[in-house]
């Protein structure tokens, strides 16, 4: 129901029924539907699958449903038609980004603190924004993580029967101005962005150690990419903590991310990693992607991969007030490298392996089981929210830094000293053709049986599978998440084809080799992971299937 103003009485708001057909294609991949822009704005494409969404949500009375995302284009619009569609699907309330902005950690935090039922967060990650570039939509369910394959596998199924969508006939709202509206029969609030997961950092993290390394010339360089993470890096870095004015850089959001790619690694973010590398470094480099869930770590001449920093982090977490005697556990995505598993062991905690995707966390983290969760695609995270977090990452690093008085680099050697060091890489091959890409994966599934014996240089295949997984908590269970070829020596290589593209596919091979503490920890990864790396090319076909001589992006 809605006041009529002029008339003084009830009535009822009036829902629009709007006929439509299916899209093919509409699976929600890694994280949530990612397409073109161009694809996104064909009549009916972004309501179908919103609505197919709250179709198996089903949202009960009283429920709140945030909205938010990162700014890329497009973004404003479907934020608008979401808030009517929420209105007509039943929601009472909407708590909405001003601007249109929340970062993926962010909702994950606000979902949670708020009680509501769940989210929709627009962004495509670390893919590039504009008018033809990247947009996407996921759904997050009400422990504030991505919704499980059980509710994806549904939302598909709708998206490929769904015969309309429901609406109501309502003005935008003004989504820079904070504040409470009326859209229909249900609230819409404006809330600012920043200012609750900027607490909630305070709480987990000792802000004076931070704060007083700082005043004694600690230095940092934190580039935001033009993406989500500025407003929220300014507030923290800047204000609360004290870095001089102008260490963070690229910190205003914008649609196309200032033409660039707002992906985090030595490709993307190679101005960062020159000055760190050069002789006017500051004591620490980080950067955060598109929507700010991912994080770049570099140390003054030491680039610190995401595999290591998840081990490093885990290793020294107790240091941060909120996580002193409480380490349960440690879990990383199968690509991962095996770096936090030594720590896990050496700690007397478990190690959990899962599939890559964060919603395999969350059972594990809502069950007490982990503390502490990373991927290799510079994720990392806690069980603070149920989304990665690249300014937690990084809070955590200074924290860690500040109080043990130690650089980036002397924290490195200090780790591989105790534990060893995995070498580890992983080589993208982009927008390689789909059906190239899946003969590929094809055949090589095929050849997993006869592997096991076969020397490709001077490597031995002990074993070679399709990784599989079972949940620990429910049971649930996940296969062909990836193919794995392990070497007598130790050492490994990983194919996947990755679902966080819009074009083509993109095959990712990871190789890892592990070198004891008393081994060579100080030498060129990529030297010494040649052997894994002609293997990785001999096993696969690589150059035959692909036509690639050499991966696109090297991480």
């Known amino acids: 129901m809605r006041r009529n103003v002029l008339l003084g009485e009830w009535v009822l708001t009036e829902i629009v029924t709007v006929p439509t057909a299916p899209f093919d294609g509409q699976a929600p991949g890694t994280s949530g539907l990612r397409k073109k822009v161009r694809v996104f704005q064909q009549a009916n494409y972004a309501e179908n699958f919103i609505q197919s969404v709250f179709d198996v949500v089903k949202p009960q009375p009283g429920a709140a449903l945030v909205i938010g995302g990162d ?42 603190k708020y009680g509501a039922s769940g989210g929709l967060i627009l962004s495509a990650s670390h893919n590039p924004g504009g008018p033809d570039e990247d947009f996407g939509i996921k759904y997050n369910i009400a422990n504030g993580g991505p919704a499980p394959e059980s509710v994806t596998g549904e939302i598909l199924a709708r998206t490929r029967e769904i015969a309309f969508w429901l609406t ?11 504040g409470e509206v009326t859209v229909g029969d249900m609230t819409v609030e404006v809330l600012d962005p920043v200012a609750d997961y900027a607490d909630l950092m305070e ?18 360089r934190f580039d935001a990419m033009s993406a989500v993470t500025g407003p929220y890096a300014m507030e923290i870095l800047e204000n609360r903590l004290g870095f001089a004015p102008g260490t963070v850089v690229n910190g205003t959001p914008l649609e196309d991310f200032g033409g660039h790619h707002p992906d985090p690694n030595l490709i993307h973010a190679k101005e960062l990693y ?42 020294n977490i107790e240091i941060a007030p909120a996580y002193r005697g409480r380490l349960s556990g440690i879990a990383r995505s199968m ?9 896990a062991e050496a700690l007397g905690i478990p190690c959990f392996e899962t599939p890559t995707g964060w919603k395999f966390f969350g059972n594990l983290l809502d069950a007490g089981k982990v503390t502490i969760c990373g991927e290799e695609s510079a994720g990392t995270g806690s069980d603070h929210v149920r989304e990665k977090d690249g300014l937690w990452a990084v809070l955590l690093w200074l924290n860690i830094l500040a109080v043990r008085d130690i650089s980036v680099d002397q924290l490195a050697r200090t780790h591989w000293a105790r534990f060893g060091r995995n070498y580890y890489a992983r080589h993208d091959y982009e927008a390689v053709d789909s059906a190239a890409a899946a003969t590929l994966m094809d055949e090589l599934k095929a050849r997993l049986p006869t592997l096991a014996g076969e020397m490709f240089g001077s490597l031995t295949v002990s074993r070679a599978d399709s990784f599989s997984y079972t949940d620990p908590v429910d049971h649930s269970v996940s296969e062909n998440q990836g193919v794995r070829v392990l070497f007598e020596d130790g ?9 966080t593209g819009t074009q083509g596919a993109t095959l990712r091979v990871y190789l890892e080799r592990y070198e004891p503490a008393t081994g060579a920890i100080d030498a060129e990864t990529g030297v010494m992971l040649e052997p894994q790396i002609a293997a990785a090319h001999e096993i696969a076909g690589i150059a035959h299937h692909t036509g690639r001589s050499a991966p696109d992006v090297v991480t």
């Open 168 to 178: 109501i006939e309502a003005e935008d709202i003004d989504l820079d101005r904070l």
């Open 274 to 315: 020159d000055l760190m590398m050069g002789p006017d470094a500051p004591d620490i480099g980080a950067a955060s992607d598109g929507d700010g869930d991912r994080n770049l770590i570099i140390g003054r001449g030491r680039f610190i991969t995401p595999s290591d920093s998840l081990a490093m982090l885990a290793a």
């Open 71 to 112: 700014g890329r284009f497009h973004n404003r619009t479907v934020i608008q038609q979401a808030i009517r569609m929420a209105a007509a699907n039943g929601y009472a309330r909407v708590l909405v980004g001003q601007g249109g902005i929340l970062s993926t950690p962010a909702a994950s935090h606000v979902i949670r």
């Open 203 to 220: 709480q987990l993290f000792d802000f004076d150690a931070i704060r007083k390394a700082v005043s004694s010339g600690f230095t940092m």
């Open 335 to 343: 690509p991962t490298s095996a770096a936090a598993d030594r720590v």
């Open 491 to 499: 050492s490994r290589v990983v194919f996947r084809l990755s679902g």
